[in-house]
């Protein structure tokens, strides 16, 4: 069985920071590509960072230079450092686990966790 679980959200005023952590009960953890998404009320799940299993990391344009995703594979843990928070960082964060083998594509996703920016 797959797990995913999210912690570390919460309240924020602007300006501020938050550490997520997913940790994940997952075969292989380190062969998957690791990232996290968010989404609001109305919004489609966007892609926020991620990182493969080489170390690699990208982000969208929105948070470069603010967030950074790592993984600490011997703990099979994942963490998004957010900085200079904004309220439009508000969203529920998911994190999830790809992988592509020849016959199939894996993707899980944990449960998310809220993270409100507002003052």
């Known amino acids: 069985q797959v797990q995913l679980v999210e912690s570390g959200g919460g309240l924020v005023q602007p300006g501020g920071s938050l550490r997520l952590t997913c940790a994940a009960s997952?075969?292989?953890?380190?062969?998957?590509?690791m990232n996290w998404y968010r989404q609001t009320p109305g919004n489609q799940r966007e892609l926020v960072a991620s990182?493969?299993?080489?170390?690699?990391?990208d982000y969208a344009d929105s948070v470069k230079g603010r967030f950074t995703i790592s993984r600490d594979n011997p703990k099979n843990l994942v963490y998004l450092q957010m900085n200079s928070l904004k309220p439009e960082d508000t969203a529920v964060y998911y994190c999830?686990?790809?992988?592509?083998?020849?016959?199939?594509?894996?993707?899980?996703w944990g449960q998310g966790t809220q993270v409100t920016v507002s003052s």
């Open positions: 999830n686990a790809e992988y592509s083998d020849w016959d199939r594509d894996y993707d899980y």
């Open positions: 997952i075969g292989i953890f380190d062969i998957y590509t």
């Open positions: 990182i493969n299993s080489g170390g690699s990391t």
